[in-house]
T-cell receptor, first 112, second 116 residues
Framework: LAKTTQPISMDSYEGQEVNITCSHNNIATNDYITWYQQFPSQGPRFIIQGYKTKVTNEVASLFIPADRKSSTLSLPRVSLSDTAVYYCLVGDIASGTYKYIFGTGTRLKVLA | ETGVTQTPRHLVMGMTNKKSLKCEQHLGHNAMYWYKQSAKKPLELMFVYNFKEQTENNSVPSRFSPECPNSSHLFLHLHTLQPEDSALYLC???????????????FGSGTQLSVL
């Protein structure tokens, strides 16, 4: 089963770039890497998804090395409103069903 | 607004009550999910429905009973719950396509359940 490992928590200051790395050593050939953001008492929200190399959108960048055993979410110039839990997901195929298993996530705290 | 609506937002119930959580998605997706999130814990996958068929029951106690009458609606029927079942219950949907593994989950805002 694919499994992800992330730092439990990180602190940053407003205006800084934040990089959160996720380890997924057992990623399968077909799996994509997807990152979600969750605020308290809300459902997670999709941020970015990639398969290899680099993906960028208006919110973040995702860096994936050639071996795909890890990925790094990069948030440019964070603000206080970026304080949230960030989850890295890879697909998980078991018993013929494709499903998404959330890990512990990384609790990012942005300080003024 | 994610296109996934959950009601009610908050629910308080006694251990002998029967209640239902409702989820509706307006995205035309064909897969729906129930997740449970206890305080300060990761999300736990409970049930998965693909094309209205239940494809996953992640060892969930029988006091939780899902129902998926069509691809847009998902219910979670609750009866004789325990205080430890108090949690945020999240519904999600996705467009599942055979042979493709880049589905994105769209979550509702959840139902905060308290069992007294």
């Amino acid at each position: 089963l694919a499994k992800t490992t992330q730092p439990i928590s990180m602190d940053s200051y407003e205006g800084q770039e934040v990089n959160i790395t996720c380890s997924h050593n057992n990623i399968a050939t077909n799996d994509y890497i997807t990152w979600y953001q969750q605020f308290p008492s809300q459902g997670p929200r999709f941020i970015i998804q990639g398969y290899k190399t680099k993906v960028t959108n208006e919110v973040a960048s995702l860096f994936i090395p050639a071996d795909r055993k890890s990925s790094t979410l990069s948030l440019p110039r964070v603000s206080l409103s970026d304080t949230a839990v960030y989850y890295c997901l890879v697909g998980d195929i078991a018993s013929g069903t494709y499903k998404y298993i959330f890990g512990t996530g990384t609790r990012l705290k942005v300080l003024a | 607004e994610t296109g996934v609506t959950q009601t009610p937002r908050h629910l308080v119930m006694g251990m002998t009550n029967k209640k239902s959580l409702k989820c509706e998605q307006h995205l035309g997706h064909n897969a729906m999910y129930w997740y449970k999130q206890s305080a300060k814990k990761p999300l736990e996958l409970m049930f998965v429905y693909n094309f209205k068929e239940q494809t996953e029951n992640n060892s969930v106690p029988s006091r939780f009973s899902p129902e998926c009458p069509n691809s847009s609606h998902l219910f979670l029927h609750l009866h004789t719950l325990q205080p430890e079942d108090s949690a945020l219950y999240l519904c999600a949907s996705s467009q599942a396509m055979k042979g493709q593994y880049n589905e994105k989950l769209f979550f509702g805002s959840g139902t905060q359940l308290s069992v007294l």
